[in-house]
C-alpha cells in the first residue's frame, strides 16, 4: 500500500493536495480519500486525450509498432484480462525487450503503451480502491503505470499518436446516435464496434450479421465476451438471434461462425442471469398462520435455456415429494407450470431466498 | 429448427467439468500440441479436423466449452445439433467423474438418442494418484451405450482411438438415419423445414409448411 501511495505521490508531484494538508482528517481515510481521488485526476488527464480514449484502454503498442493495426491491438489487449502475475511478467519482458533502444524516442512510448489502465475483474481489486478504479496487485506494477499515466500529458503534442488513431473507428466516425455512444473508457472498444454493427444491418442478411459478430469473435474469451456484448447496447439481440438460428444456413453448426453466434446467444442468457437471485425469486410460496390460503408464483421456463440441473434443483427444492406440499407441477414444452391443491397440502411451503 | 444435412460433416462438443483436459485433448488431437503450463482456456475454442474413414472423408467440427463450466447456461446452447460428445473426466478427481454422470443424464434428456457418445478417463499419466475406479468407470459406460477410453494428452494416448471411434459411431449413425428418411416420409421430416424445401414439389410442400410453421413457433 505505501508503494502505492508513494508512486501516486510521485505521479501527481507538483500538484498540491488540500487533504492532506488538513490535520483533522483520519490517515486511512485520507490516504484512501487521496488516492481515489488521483486516481480520477489521472482519468480525466486520459480522458483529455479526447478522441485517443480507445487506443489508451486498449492497451497498446499500437503507438510502437505503428504500422499494425486492429489485429496487433486484439493480441495485446487479451493480456489486460491474463492474471496480473502474467501482466507484470510480459511487461517486465517487454522491458527487456526494449532496452536496447534506451535512447530512442520508442522507449517513451513502450511505458505508455504499459500505463493504461484496464479495468480489472473484481478479484484484481486489492489495494481497497473502489471497483472500477483502475488498480493492480503489485504496488510496483502500478507506480510504473500510473507514472507512465502521468506522461501521457508528454505525449499529448506527438503525432504519432494522432496518426495511429485515423486508423481507428469510433462511435461517432460510425454515426451511432448519442445515445449508444460510449462516455466511458471501453476496453475492447474495436469488438463493442463490431458487435454493435450488427444492429446497423438490420435490413442485411444473416450472412453478414454473421460476419458482425466473428469479426467481433477476436476475443474467444467468455467474460469478455459477456462484457462485449453488454457494452453494446444492443436492442433485440434476442430476437436477432432468434431470427439468425432461424434462417441462417443450418451448417454453420460445423463452423467457426456457429460456434461464436452459440458464443453470443450464450451471453445473452448470461446477461440475464447475470441476477443470481432471478430464478429462486420467482418462486415464492407463502401460507401464514393457519390459513389454507397459499399464493403461488408460476414460473415458466424454457427447457432450452435452461440446463437440467436447474430443472432439478427447483423440483427438489419446491416439488419433492410431489403434491405434498400442496404443490403440483407439470412439465410440457413450453415450461414448467406449477398449481396448488390447497386440500392436500400437508406441511407449509416457504420461499427459499439464496444464499 | 432447420437441421445441417451437409454430409460428413458432423459437430462434436467436448464436455466436462473444468481443468479436466477438455483443451489439451482437443489440441493434442488437431494440432499435435501439448503444453504443460496451460491454465484455463483463453482462446482455441473451435477447431475442424478432417479425417479419411474407410475411404470416406469425414470433418468433424470440435465445440470447446473451455471455461465455460462455472456458467449454468452454457449447455444447450452448445450441444444443440451435436453429433457426437466426448465427456471428459480426470482419473484424479472423483468430482469430475460424478459431473460426466450428469451430463450423460442432461444429454439423454434433451437430445435423446441421437448423439454418440464417448467417455474419456484422462490424465492417465498419473496413474500412480487414481480415484476412479477404471473397471467402475468402464461399467458405467457400457450401461449408458458410451465407449471408454483411456486418455492422456501429454503421452498422446488414446486420443486418436477415441476419435476415430467417436466418427465410425458418428457416421453409423448418419447411414442409419438415411436409410430411415425415405420410409418415415414427410412427417417425420416435418421440422426440417431445408429439407422439404428441396426434395419435395410445391403442393405438399404447402401442406406440410402449415406443419413446419407450427412445429417451429
Same mark, same amino acid.
Given at each position: 500500500m505505501s508503494l502505492l501511495e508513494r508512486a501516486i505521490d510521485l505521479a501527481i508531484s507538483g500538484t498540491t493536495d488540500t487533504d492532506s494538508n488538513h490535520p483533522a482528517v483520519p490517515q486511512v481515510w485520507k490516504t484512501g480519500h487521496k488516492s481515489i481521488k488521483q486516481v480520477y485526476k489521472l482519468q480525466s488527464k486520459i480522458l483529455d486525450l479526447g478522441g485517443s480514449k480507445d487506443q489508451v484502454t486498449q492497451g497498446t503498442f499500437v503507438c510502437v509498432r505503428e504500422d499494425k493495426e486492429s489485429s496487433q491491438s486484439s493480441v495485446t489487449t487479451r493480456q489486460s484480462f491474463t492474471s496480473p502475475l502474467l501482466a507484470a511478467k510480459s511487461s517486465v519482458s517487454q522491458k527487456n525487450q526494449m +532496452?536496447?533502444?534506451?535512447? +530512442?524516442?520508442?522507449l517513451k512510448k513502450v511505458e505508455v503503451s504499459e500505463g493504461p489502465p484496464s479495468y480489472p475483474r473484481s478479484q484484481n481489486c486489492t489495494c481497497g480502491l473502489p471497483a472500477g478504479v483502475p488498480v493492480h496487485d503489485s504496488g510496483v506494477l502500478t507506480c510504473s503505470k500510473i507514472t507512465s499515466a502521468s506522461q501521457y500529458e508528454d505525449q499529448k503534442n506527438s503525432p504519432k499518436i494522432y496518426t495511429n488513431l485515423a486508423t481507428h473507428h469510433t462511435d461517432g466516425s460510425l454515426a451511432s446516435s448519442p445515445e449508444y455512444q460510449d462516455d466511458g473508457m471501453a476496453p475492447y472498444y474495436a469488438a463493442v464496434e463490431c458487435m454493435k454493427s450488427i444492429k446497423r444491418l438490420t435490413q442485411s442478411s444473416p450472412a453478414r450479421k454473421i460476419h458482425a459478430i466473428v469479426s467481433a469473435a477476436q476475443y474467444e474469451f467468455m467474460d469478455v465476451w459477456v462484457y462485449v456484448v453488454l457494452k453494446s447496447k444492443l436492442q433485440k439481440l434476442a430476437s436477432t438471434i432468434a431470427y439468425l438460428r432461424q434462417y441462417s444456413n443450418p451448417n454453420l453448426a460445423f463452423s467457426e461462425a456457429g460456434y461464436y453466434m452459440a458464443s453470443v446467444e450464450f451471453c445473452i442468457c448470461e446477461a440475464v442471469a447475470l441476477d443470481p437471485t432471478r430464478f429462486y425469486r420467482t418462486v415464492c410460496c407463502t401460507n401464514i398462520g393457519q390459513s389454507k390460503k397459499v399464493k403461488v408464483s408460476v414460473i415458466k421456463v424454457k427447457p432450452e435455456n435452461t440446463s437440467l440441473a436447474q430443472i432439478e434443483m427447483l423440483e427438489q427444492v419446491f416439488l419433492c415429494p410431489e403434491n405434498e406440499n400442496g404443490l403440483s407441477c407439470t412439465r410440457t414444452n413450453y415450461g414448467i407450470a406449477m398449481d396448488t391443491q390447497c386440500g392436500s397440502r400437508q406441511r407449509p411451503v416457504h420461499s427459499h431466498p439464496s444464499t | 429448427m432447420a437441421t445441417a444435412s451437409r454430409k460428413n460433416q458432423f459437430k462434436v462438443v467436448l464436455l466436462g467439468e473444468g481443468c479436466v483436459g477438455k483443451t489439451s485433448l482437443m489440441l493434442r488431437y488437431v494440432q499435435d500440441k501439448f503444453n504443460d503450463k496451460h491454465l484455463t482456456t483463453l482462446q482455441a475454442s473451435f477447431l475442424n479436423k478432417r479425417l479419411n474413414l474407410d475411404g470416406q472423408r469425414v470433418n468433424i467440427a470440435i465445440w470447446d466449452t473451455a471455461g465455460q463450466e462455472r456458467f449454468h447456461a452454457l449447455g444447450p446452447i452448445y450441444y444443440r445439433d451435436s453429433n457426437g460428445a466426448i465427456l471428459v473426466y480426470d482419473i484424479t478427481d472423483e468430482d469430475s467423474f460424478c459431473k460426466v454422470k450428469n451430463w450423460v443424464k442432461e444429454l439423454k434428456k434433451m437430445l435423446g438418442e441421437d448423439i454418440a457418445l464417448c467417455i474419456a478417463g484422462n490424465k492417465i499419466d498419473l496413474e500412480k494418484d487414481r480415484h476412479v475406479d477404471a473397471s467402475e468407470a468402464e461399467a458405467y459406460a457400457k450401461t449408458v451405450g458410451a465407449k471408454h477410453f483411456h486418455t492422456s494428452a501429454k503421452l498422446n494416448k488414446g486420443i486418436e482411438e477415441m476419435f476415430f471411434e467417436l466418427s465410425k459411431k458418428m457416421l453409423e449413425r448418419q447411414e442409419k438415419n438415411d436409410a430411415k428418411v425415405p420410409r418415415d416420409g414427410m412427417v417425420e421430416r416435418g421440422t426440417n423445414r431445408r429439407k422439404n424445401v428441396v426434395i419435395v414439389d410445391e403442393q405438399p410442400q404447402r401442406q406440410g409448411g402449415g406443419g413446419c410453421c407450427g412445429g417451429g413457433s
Open positions: +532496452s536496447h533502444q534506451e535512447n +530512442s524516442p520508442t | -
